[in-house]
DNA sequence: CCAGCCGTTCTCTTACGTCC
DNA sequence: GGACGTAAGAGAACGGCTGG
């Protein structure tokens, strides 16, 4: 008979071993935790599996055939490596060489990317980030292939397939250059609607925002000039001219060389989720990670 | 010879997986 | 969900061996 592989072979061997170790059915049974007839039987499988009697009575036990004597060290071997496999795994930050890849729109870049890499710098070196841009389109694709493993979305972007988490509500400001010529004057809404303004829209076509419909509501219009696809190229226009425009608080938070103000109009805001795929959700590294991005963010 | 120890065998129960 | 098969373990009984 050739030894097969089953689901409860693990027991046996388990049970070899105590027979190996201690030399006697009643002694192994002992250490196993089991009666000494069901000991008996587990030999007499073990016997069956391996076609060779592997121990045999004496006066004082059993002891191994030459078999059993060279199968002892393969079979210590192999339940010490399962084992190890079985040791709940412990990831510690600072050991740990990992790649992650993370999708995030260039506001997301520098409200959450670029504190969780300077973070990492300090606690975790041996963990890359790989930062690609959001592919609505694809997302729940690329997170299943793993060619994405986490991304910072808005709310409208998550799929049932995904586990995400809140992370923050943001609210806009108004910014404008620090020496533009409106910066003495107080922010309110005919100063907003007379000056130019720049959004940010994905695809660099939309004209109109969250501002615009406010605005709508109460009757009021601004003038849109233009509709750049990065906020931070956004942010550079504001700097070399006499646009204005809302812009996300954290965007500009730590940002010199800007006046910033708040909005003389209530302009509706948006929620920034992390997300994940399942198969990541039990993964310790990872879950280390999305406990950091929440703590940054918070 | 007999008590005690040890391992084996038989039978029963239980748990679990599979199939319909 | 129920019927069925299989495997594992427990308990009881048994046989072999040893020492007093």
């Known amino acids: 008979m050739v030894a097969d592989i089953k689901t409860t072979d693990l027991n046996l061997l388990k049970a070899f071993a105590a027979l190996i170790e201690t030399g006697s059915v009643t002694r192994a049974a002992d250490?196993?935790?089991l009666t000494q007839p069901a000991v008996s039987g587990m030999l007499a499988r073990l016997r069956d599996t391996f076609d060779d009697p592997l121990f045999v009575r004496t006066q004082r036990g059993v002891i191994p055939t030459p078999r059993?004597?060279?199968?002892?060290e393969p079979v210590r071997a192999a339940l010490a490596a399962i084992q190890s496999v079985l040791v709940p795994h412990v990831f510690e930050p600072g050991m740990t060489n990992l790649t992650i890849s993370l999708a995030a729109t260039d506001y997301a870049q520098k409200a959450v990317v670029l504190p969780l890499l300077t973070s990492l710098r300090h606690d975790a070196p041996g963990i890359r980030v790989a930062v690609r841009p959001v592919d609505r389109e694809h997302l729940a694709r690329q997170m299943e292939s793993g060619l994405v493993d986490m991304a910072l979305i808005t709310p409208d972007m998550a799929q049932d397939t995904m586990r995400s988490r809140h992370l923050f509500d943001e609210t806009y400001v108004c910014v404008m250059r620090d020496n533009h010529p409106a910066a003495s004057q107080p922010m309110d809404l005919d100063l907003l609607c007379a000056l130019d303004h720049g959004i940010m829209s994905h695809d660099g076509t939309q004209f109109r925002g969250a501002t615009d419909e406010a605005l709508a509501r109460m009757g009021r219009r601004r003038r849109v000039v233009a509709s750049i696809p990065s906020f931070?190229?956004?942010?550079?226009?504001?700097?070399?001219?006499?646009?204005?425009?809302l812009l996300p608080r954290r965007l500009v938070a730590e940002m010199t060389g800007l006046h910033i103000t708040e909005p003389p109009l209530a302009v509706?805001?948006?929620s920034k989720l992390l997300t994940w795929h399942e198969r990541l959700q039990h993964d310790a590294a990872h879950r280390w990670l999305r406990d950091r991005i929440a703590e940054l963010a918070s």
């Open 268 to 270: 509706t805001g948006f």
């Open 68 to 72: 059993a004597e060279a199968l002892a």
């Open 31 to 33: 250490m196993l935790g």
């Open 232 to 245: 931070m190229v956004l942010i550079e226009m504001i700097r070399c001219s006499d646009l204005m425009a």
